[in-house]
């Protein structure tokens, strides 16, 4: 267990409409990144939100937003949904675990998102 | 091309044998470079993370890392069946909340 909550589990939507998805990250982690995965590939980076900034941003369009609270807990938005959001979507939260101060991330359990 | 590649898979070894995963990566930049393990429905776990060039150990997890190759591998020695899943090669710089990953290799480990 990683300390990564994110809700809901599963979800399922139809085309045009829109989702929010939420996760807590672990506890002293302020910093969150969220990840698309499709069936049968890797994670692909969304954004990362750290002390409730957009902290970079992969390549996704507009239609992909999100938030982060004081207490660093984040959202996924998704509006407009399309048959190809269909995926897991990962939530990762981040900490320092080396002494040379380099990152490693922790993830949730995900979100599966089935767009009909 | 992609990034990040690993060998295509499906990997397939006996119980007890040595299971080699392999990867490659195109920016040279990358500092920081992981491996996941992740059992079919569910999350990404971090089994190992690697920074420097040579080789890594944790219990019967090797990861080695070649920067002028831009290859990274896992080895796992003794394969047991409960190791069989996809593994995830994973790069990034100082921050690995923005890794890019490879597209991973399943690996079997028949009884």
């Known amino acids: 267990e990683t300390g990564v909550t994110q809700s809901p589990t599963h979800l399922i939507k139809t085309r045009g409409q829109q989702v929010t998805l939420r996760c807590s990250s672990q506890?002293?982690?302020?910093?969150v990144s969220w990840y698309q995965q499709a069936l049968g590939q890797g994670p692909q980076f969304i954004f990362q939100?750290?002390?409730?900034?957009?902290?970079g941003r992969g390549n996704f369009p507009p239609r992909f937003s999100g938030l982060q609270f004081p207490n660093y807990s984040s959202e996924l938005n998704v509006n407009a949904l399309e048959l190809d959001d269909s995926a897991l979507y990962l939530c990762?939260?981040?900490?320092?675990?080396?002494?040379?101060?380099?990152?490693?991330?922790?993830f949730g359990p995900g979100t599966r998102l089935t767009v009909l | 091309q992609k990034e990040v590649e690993q060998n295509s898979g499906p990997l397939s070894v006996p119980e007890g044998a040595i299971a080699s995963l392999n990867c490659t990566y195109s920016d040279r930049g990358s500092q920081s470079f992981f491996w996941y393990r992740q059992y079919s429905g569910k999350s990404p776990e971090l089994i190992m993370f690697?920074?420097?060039?040579g080789d890594k150990e944790d219990g019967r997890f090797t990861a080695q890392l070649n920067k002028a190759s831009q290859y990274v591998s896992l080895l796992i020695r003794d394969s047991q069946p409960s190791d069989s899943a996809t593994y995830l090669c994973?790069?990034?710089?100082?921050?690995?909340?923005?890794?890019?990953f490879g597209d991973g290799t399943t690996l079997t480990v028949k009884p």
């Open positions: 939100y750290y002390r409730e900034e957009e902290n």
């Open positions: 990762a939260s981040t900490g320092t675990g080396t002494s040379r101060g380099t990152d490693t991330q922790y």
């Open positions: 994973a790069v990034s710089g100082t921050n690995a909340g923005k890794s890019t």
């Open positions: 690697i920074y420097s060039n």
């Open positions: 506890s002293g982690h302020n910093t």
